[in-house]
Protein backbone atom coordinates (compact mmCIF):
# COMPACT_ATOMS: atom_id res chain seq x y z
CA UNK A 1 0.00 0.00 0.00
CA UNK A 2 1.09 3.33 -0.81
CA UNK A 3 -0.11 7.11 -0.05
CA UNK A 4 0.75 10.71 0.08
CA UNK A 5 1.11 12.83 2.96
CA UNK A 6 0.99 16.35 2.08
CA UNK A 7 2.72 18.88 5.06
CA UNK A 8 1.98 22.50 4.86
CA UNK A 9 1.84 26.12 6.93
CA UNK A 10 -1.37 27.23 8.22
CA UNK A 11 -0.94 29.93 5.50
CA UNK A 12 -0.78 27.30 2.90
CA UNK A 13 2.69 27.44 2.20
CA UNK A 14 5.15 24.10 1.78
CA UNK A 15 6.96 22.49 4.78
CA UNK A 16 10.35 21.38 3.42
CA UNK A 17 12.45 18.56 4.90
CA UNK A 18 10.68 17.12 7.28
CA UNK A 19 10.45 14.24 8.98
CA UNK A 20 7.31 12.50 8.44
CA UNK A 21 6.05 9.19 10.70
CA UNK A 22 3.41 7.03 10.13
CA UNK A 23 2.56 4.73 13.14
CA UNK A 24 -0.32 2.04 12.01
CA UNK A 25 -2.36 0.89 14.87
CA UNK A 26 -4.51 -2.26 15.37
CA UNK A 27 -4.13 -5.13 13.52
CA UNK A 28 -2.29 -3.54 10.85
CA UNK A 29 0.61 -2.41 13.48
CA UNK A 30 3.96 -1.06 11.72
CA UNK A 31 5.86 2.14 10.97
CA UNK A 32 6.91 4.13 8.05
CA UNK A 33 8.94 7.05 7.25
CA UNK A 34 9.89 10.06 5.20
CA UNK A 35 10.89 13.29 4.83
CA UNK A 36 9.13 16.21 2.67
CA UNK A 37 10.40 17.46 -0.61
CA UNK A 38 10.61 20.98 -1.09
CA UNK A 39 6.37 21.09 -2.08
CA UNK A 40 5.92 19.61 1.05
CA UNK A 41 5.25 16.41 -0.37
CA UNK A 42 6.30 13.02 1.27
CA UNK A 43 5.64 9.40 -0.87
CA UNK A 44 4.93 6.61 2.21
CA UNK A 45 4.34 3.25 2.05
CA UNK A 46 5.95 -0.21 1.14
CA UNK A 47 4.20 -3.47 -0.01
CA UNK A 48 3.48 -5.15 2.92
CA UNK A 49 1.25 -2.26 4.30
CA UNK A 50 -2.76 -3.05 4.97
CA UNK A 51 -4.88 -0.12 4.58
CA UNK A 52 -6.30 0.97 8.42
CA UNK A 53 -6.18 3.87 10.93
CA UNK A 54 -2.83 5.09 12.09
CA UNK A 55 -1.36 8.76 13.53
CA UNK A 56 1.07 10.18 11.42
CA UNK A 57 3.82 11.86 12.98
CA UNK A 58 5.35 15.60 11.38
CA UNK A 59 8.78 16.94 13.34
CA UNK A 60 7.40 14.84 16.93
CA UNK A 61 4.33 15.96 16.69
CA UNK A 62 1.12 13.50 16.36
CA UNK A 63 -1.74 14.60 14.04
CA UNK A 64 -5.30 11.71 13.86
CA UNK A 65 -5.66 9.02 13.79
CA UNK A 66 -6.43 8.89 10.22
CA UNK A 67 -7.93 6.45 8.02
CA UNK A 68 -5.47 5.30 5.33
CA UNK A 69 -6.23 3.45 2.39
CA UNK A 70 -3.85 2.54 -0.65
CA UNK A 71 -3.65 5.62 -3.14
CA UNK A 72 -4.41 8.20 -0.27
CA UNK A 73 -3.48 11.71 -0.17
CA UNK A 74 -3.30 13.35 3.51
CA UNK A 75 -2.73 16.79 4.03
CA UNK A 76 -1.21 18.13 7.67
CA UNK A 77 -1.25 21.53 8.25
CA UNK A 78 0.63 23.21 11.32
CA UNK A 79 1.78 26.28 12.61
CA UNK A 80 5.23 27.84 11.39
Not at 34 to 49: C, I, P, V, Y
Not at 72 to 80: A, L, M, Q, R, S
Amino acid sequence: MFFDVYVTYDNGDPVKGREVDVEFLGLTRGFVHGRTDNSGHASMGEDLLAPGQANIWVAGESYGPYDIDDGDGITIEIEP
